[in-house]
């Protein structure tokens, strides 16, 4: 069975452009979420995606933004962004997210702001 | 709000056991896990508690108390390659994937 699956890798981009990170979950699972991790502030929630609809958001402002697809899979964007925005980008999927089902998660995007 | 707090780094001997406690404050409780993360890697599932109590899985234990907003993960013989960051997440809300991370505990196990 595949993992979660994050593309790309790693990307660099400059200060005022945006990116779109991918992730594609465990096949069955249907509960996306997202994380940011850095050094300072450890991993912090995003957003989480069920059914194409965000069911929980984390305090990022609004240049973070996320969609879910019909087949689960989910994309990450973030405009205009910021030399603070550099960190890995980690999703994590779950078969509905509730009750004692642990997320599994992806080997990540390393996001690097020039 | 909501905080969580664990030790920043450990260090124990291969074949030991070790305790890596966990406290948190958040707005409501739906369970407690614990994430292991090698550098460099995904975190992995360890282990979930929801009631008081201790959940016992191989070389893993974890331990709950709800009153006291208490987690601890135990480690027993200990190998080289349980030397990673410990990870202790909160679930705040009754559905989803509402959570909380404590900063990690970097455990490093030595010869």
């Known amino acids: 069975k595949a993992g979660v699956t994050q593309t790309p890798r790693y990307l660099i981009k400059t200060r005022g452009q945006q990116v779109t990170l991918s992730c594609s979950p465990i096949?069955?699972?249907?509960?996306v979420s997202w994380y940011q991790q850095t050094p300072g502030q450890g991993l912090q929630f995003l957003f989480e995606y069920f059914s194409e609809t965000q069911r929980n958001k984390g305090n990022f402002p609004g240049r973070f933004s996320g969609r879910q697809f019909s087949n689960s899979r989910s994309e990450m964007n973030v405009s205009t962004l910021e030399l603070g925005d550099s960190a890995l980008y980690l999703c994590a999927s779950s078969l509905t997210g509730t009750e004692a089902q642990p997320q599994h998660f992806g080997d990540g995007t390393r996001l690097s702001i020039l | 709000g909501q905080n969580i707090d664990q030790p920043t780094e450990m260090t124990a001997t291969e074949g030991a056991i070790v305790q890596i406690n966990c406290t948190y404050q958040t707005s409501g409780f739906n369970g407690l896990f614990w994430y292991q993360q090698h550098a460099g890697e995904a975190p992995t599932f360890l282990s979930y508690?929801?009631?008081?109590g201790l959940e016992e899985k191989g070389r893993f234990s974890s331990f709950l108390s709800r009153s006291k907003g208490y987690s601890y993960l135990l480690l027993k013989e200990l190998q080289m390659k349980d030397s990673a960051s410990y990870l202790c997440a909160v679930r705040g809300d009754n559905y989803g994937q509402n959570f909380v991370f404590g900063p990690g505990t970097r455990l490093s196990v030595l010869p």
């Open positions: 096949s069955g699972h249907r509960s």
């Open positions: 508690n929801v009631l008081d």
